[in-house]
C-alpha cells in the first residue's frame, strides 16, 4: 500500500495516530521543524552567555531551517496532492472501464436474449404447423412419428388442455364433455 492508497477505517483517527501517519507521508517536515527549534534554543542559550556572534549564527541558521521547513511543506502539499489526483484520476479510468465492460457484457446478453426469444418464436411456429389437424399428437393420420390412437375426435376435443385434460387430470370445466 502505497502512501497514497490508505486502508478504510471505520474507527475515527485518534490525534497520536494521524501525527505518526502525516510524519510517514511527509518525513522533511518534522525534521525541520525540529531542526529549526534546536536552532532557536541554541540561539536563546548563546543570547544568555552574552555570545552574540554565536546567537546570530543559530539566528541565521533558524531562518534556513524555517525556509527549508516551508519548503518541504509546499513541496510535499504539491507532490502529494498531484500525486494524489493522479490515483484519483486512475480509479476514475479503471471505475469507467468497468462500467464499459458491463455495458458490452448487458448488450450482448440482450443480443443472446434476442435470439434465444426469436429461436422461440419459431419453435413455438414449428410446433403449431406439426400438431396439424389433430391436435398435440401431431400431423396426419399417416404420420409415424405419431402415438396410435384409439379415438382421434376425443383426443382432437380434449387437445385444448394438453397433456393432463387428455388424462382427465387438468383443463378448464369448459373441456369436460
Do not use: H
Amino acid at each position: 500500500m502505497s502512501n497514497n492508497e490508505q486502508a478504510v477505517n471505520l474507527e475515527p483517527e485518534t490525534p497520536i495516530q494521524r501525527t505518526i501517519r502525516r510524519i510517514k507521508e511527509e518525513p522533511l517536515v518534522p525534521i525541520g521543524t525540529l531542526a529549526t527549534c534546536v536552532a532557536l534554543v541554541m540561539a536563546a542559550a548563546n543570547l544568555q552567555k552574552g555570545n552574540s556572534k554565536t546567537m546570530n549564527y543559530w539566528l541565521r541558521a533558524r531562518v534556513v531551517f524555517q525556509g527549508l521547513t516551508i519548503g518541504a511543506v509546499v513541496g510535499g502539499t504539491y507532490y502529494y496532492g498531484r500525486a494524489g489526483s493522479q490515483v484519483q484520476a486512475k480509479k476514475e479510468e479503471e471505475a469507467r472501464r468497468e462500467e464499459f465492460e458491463r455495458y458490452k457484457e448487458k448488450m450482448a446478453f440482450e443480443e443472446r436474449l434476442k435470439e434465444a426469444e426469436n429461436t422461440q418464436r419459431m419453435e413455438d411456429a414449428a410446433e403449431e404447423t406439426k400438431k396439424g389437424p389433430f391436435g398435440v399428437w401431431g400431423g396426419s393420420s399417416s404420420s409415424s412419428a405419431s402415438p396410435a390412437s384409439p379415438s382421434e375426435g376425443s383426443i382432437s376435443s380434449s387437445a385444448k388442455g394438453g397433456f393432463w385434460s387428455l388424462l382427465g387430470w387438468g383443463g378448464s370445466s369448459s373441456n369436460k364433455e
